[in-house]
């Protein structure tokens, strides 16, 4: 880089520093919130006032609608990439095939290394409980906005942002690994499983609170106008961007590593009633 685009550069970013604090000072305090910092935050986990309409039929939590539109925009995306993208996949992939194959391709690694017999169906779960993790919290990004029940707006957070979401993932989950255990081991299976019988409380509220951390930090730094100056931007994006990634890692691997744990199949025992008969004829065969 020439000294006259760094000159150029350094002088950009001074305006911008700037520019920021004069906007700063001069919106003051008069921009905050008139509930308080407790309230806001209270309202962000418990959505007691900031509730939205179902159709008419009852009011519910934002992240409903959102888990419903992030269902819809995933089913819709795998219909279009199955019907106009798989056909047209070659030998040599392009670049959209392989980001397809390398997504793929991870969740395939987890479940091979957790089950390395037989994955084809926990791959398949973590395939799309993986998705809809990363998928789901980065919808938070969008900021898509709803109209709430007393005329407020409202943005749609993460879906996984409720607890209800969080449990109904981890529980989810469990099952699916009490079905590897059964399905390798019959009711030997289902035992193994309920020895973790903390694991799907520890999944959920892990995913829960994980989500949850990255929107109240920025619920906090929101509520401050004097925050509110490209601050939220960075560490919205920064939040979401590991929350999904870590959290849908984290899961998935969890998931595979246990449904190989209880799937895998017992050794065979072995009847001592046989070696104490071998027993005795090796005695008897000695004696003669």
């Known amino acids: 880089m020439s000294k006259k685009r760094k000159t150029v550069s350094f002088a950009v970013f001074i305006s911008l520093v700037v520019l920021l604090l004069i906007g700063i000072i001069l919106t003051g305090g008069s921009g905050e919130k008139e509930e308080s910092i407790q309230e806001a935050m209270k309202d962000a986990v418990l959505h007691e006032h900031n509730v939205v309409s179902l159709f008419g039929i009852r009011d519910v939590n934002p992240s409903l609608i959102a888990a419903y539109l992030v269902t819809a925009a995933i089913l819709i995306f795998a219909i279009i990439i199955r019907i106009f993208a798989v056909p047209r996949f070659k030998e040599t992939p392009g670049k959209f095939q392989m980001l397809i194959e390398e997504w793929v391709n991870l969740f395939t690694g987890l479940a091979r290394n957790g089950r390395p017999e037989k994955y084809n169906f926990i791959a398949g779960y973590i395939f799309t409980a993986g998705s809809y993790i990363f998928i789901g919290t980065l919808f938070e990004l969008l900021g898509v906005q709803v ?142």
């Open 147 to 288: 109209n709430g029940t007393k005329g407020q707006i409202i943005t749609l957070p993460a879906p996984l942002c409720d607890i209800n979401a969080a449990i109904a993932m981890g529980v989810s989950s469990y099952l699916i690994i009490m079905f590897g255990g059964i399905s390798a081991n019959g009711f030997k299976g289902i035992l193994k499983t309920l020895k973790e019988f903390s694991l799907p409380i520890s999944m959920s509220f892990r995913l829960f609170g994980a989500l949850l951390s990255g929107m109240l930090v920025t619920e906090l730094v929101y509520y401050y106008i004097r925050l509110s100056f490209v601050l939220p931007v960075i560490v919205g994006v920064l939040f979401t961007l590991m929350h999904a990634l870590i959290q849908a890692y984290v899961l998935t691997m969890l998931t595979s590593t246990y449904y190989g744990e209880v799937s895998e199949k017992s050794p065979p025992k072995v009847k001592k009633e046989k070696h104490k008969k071998n027993d005795n004829t090796e005695e008897a065969t000695e004696a003669a």
